[in-house]
């Protein structure tokens, strides 16, 4: 099946684009996929995303509002033909399906969704690792957990290590925290790091005060740790690192 | 445990005939246990349905042991952590014994994702590529990292994460319970918070729902776990509903504890 939104000022096709991502943005930013320059559109303005079969528009709070055959939608499932409106600018959904290849494509699909399982020895060759000197790295199923530590690189303790084996090591002025950080808008729990077996990662917890990791505010959302990334919260600096 | 609310659904989907997937969970102990059987005839059922029920029993059986969240001095992961992995280890040993036992049963396996909540941390172990995700706040995040080829070729960069999504062998995993005696299950901990919502589910749904699609149903069914679990659900048929779709919801309504007891659950004592 394929799908696409063609382009149009009143009346001329100004280009096509074909759905072939999960995600096409559409807005006045150059960032966006569908790239409109005029400014009766916002610069994040609507998106189209493909979820399955389906493809859904979704306007995303933009100024002007999107309509689809001209009625104002903030979300709706697109058929082909539906002709969407954005500023002055109109896309026309087009959805080409070609009946028998479709039905050809969805017989081998079902065997190919049932969950199978892979032995080690064909998921070597699949990985391309059998034989080769990666061997070390071939089996990494079974890899040792990586020990990750930080360093203290400002304050008092300046030089110090803290070795990160536990599961959770948490950040703040709380009592329990591994590593203490004072500061009247700092939280009890203002982060926490979380040992995993693909690596650390961290994130926010509580407080006014947010620590920031290589300059960047963290959110609840955890961002994996790498090698030298800096973890400033108040007044404490600390550096991670990989013990080798 | 009051302080938890959890939901578990499954459905066979629209192309196969059984449902081979498995969920249990036992809110006074703060469990969760979701399993997907793979193998001939009905065998996989007979494996994810082992998984759960011999899980769920060593756990409650276990945690009666210890109080609750002490360190393992040796791995740094709290006891739960151990339990639950220690558990989904013995689970494969006695699936095995089973499938040589039974030739019905020959060649069954199933993944597993473990949920021990406990002192306002959850300890998860899984094995396999039935997953855990954590809403907090509007952001989605993954717990728990797939045992799948595809998910291999992406960590090694072989792969970028669009082109995951569209291989063929996405149903390939590369480790599960049944298969081999020395599993490996991978664990992870962390903070629960009052307002975590965690979704545990099979690859029923994320072969063919994507994250931002998962996101978004969450955030819009919010605190109704019931509703959001079977619009996600219902996003998977929609899609097609190639395989069996399962999913646990549990919600952090209040501080997480096995020490306490009914009354300073209820008046947020500490």
């Known amino acids: 099946m394929s799908t696409k939104l063609i382009l149009k000022f009143k009346d001329t096709v100004i280009s096509e684009f ?217 007044d404490t600096k600390l550096e991670f690192f990989i013990r080798k | 445990m009051s302080a938890l609310e959890m939901i578990a659904v499954t459905d066979v989907g629209i192309k196969r005939d059984h449902n081979e997937d498995c969920v249990g ?48 001095e040796e791995t740094g992961f709290s006891k739960e952590a151990v339990l639950a992995r220690n558990s989904t280890v013995t689970a494969n040993n006695v699936i095995i014994e089973t499938a040589q036992a039974k030739p019905e049963c020959a060649g069954m396996g199933t993944t597993v994702v473990v949920a021990v909540f406990y002192d306002d941390r959850v300890a998860v172990a899984h094995v396999g590529d039935s997953r855990m995700y954590l809403l907090r706040e509007e952001y989605l995040s993954h717990v728990t990292e797939d045992h799948s080829l595809i998910q291999e070729q992406v960590r090694r960069g072989l792969l970028t994460a669009e082109d995951a999504r569209n291989s063929a062998i996405k149903n390939l995993v590369t480790r599960a319970l049944g298969v081999e005696k020395d599993v490996e299950a991978d664990v992870v901990e962390d903070i629960a918070r009052v307002g975590d919502i965690y979704m545990m589910c099979s690859d029923g749904l994320t072969d063919v729902v994507p994250d931002e699609a998962i996101r978004l149903t969450m955030l819009e069914h919010g605190n109704n776990l019931q509703a959001s679990a079977q619009a996600l659900i219902d996003l998977a048929n929609d899609a097609g509903g190639p395989d069996n779709i399962s999913v646990i919801m549990i919600r952090v309504k209040a501080s997480v504890s096995r020490k306490k007891g009914f009354f300073s659950q209820l008046f947020g004592g500490k």
């Open chain 1, 18 to 234: 074909e759905l072939n991502q999960e995600e096409t943005t559409i807005g006045r930013k150059d960032e966006n996929i569908i790239h409109i320059d005029n400014l009766a559109v916002s610069s994040r303005h609507a998106r189209v995303l493909k979820i399955g079969k389906k493809v859904i528009l979704e306007d995303l709070e933009s100024t002007n509002g999107t309509l689809v055959n001209g009625q104002e939608t903030s979300k709706h499932i697109l058929k082909s033909g539906d002709v969407i409106t954005v500023g002055k600018h109109t896309l026309t959904f087009v959805s080409l399906e070609d009946g028998v290849e479709v039905g050809k494509e969805e017989q081998a699909e079902s065997d190919m969704d049932k969950t199978m399982i892979i032995s080690a020895s064909a998921r070597e060759e699949m990985m391309g690792t059998k034989g080769s000197s990666d061997s070390s790295n071939s089996n990494a199923a079974a890899a040792p957990m990586l020990l990750g530590t930080v360093q203290y690189i400002s304050g008092p303790l300046m030089g110090k290590v803290v070795d990160l084996k536990a599961s959770l090591t948490n950040i703040g002025k709380g009592e329990n925290c591994k590593i203490r950080v004072k500061g009247m808008l700092v939280g009890k729990q203002a982060a926490v790091i979380t040992r995993r077996p693909t690596g650390y990662h961290i994130a926010y917890l509580e407080g006014m005060s947010k620590p920031k990791v290589n300059g960047k505010t963290l959110t609840s959302a955890p961002t994996t740790l790498k090698e030298g990334d800096i973890i400033e919260l108040n």
């Open chain 2, 25 to 72: 969970t036992d809110i006074q102990a703060g469990l969760a246990v979701l399993a997907d059987g793979m193998g001939g005839h009905n065998a996989g059922e007979v494996a994810s349905s082992m998984a759960v029920d011999l899980i769920i029993r060593l756990l409650k059986d276990g945690l009666k042991r210890f109080p609750e969240g002490e360190l393992d």
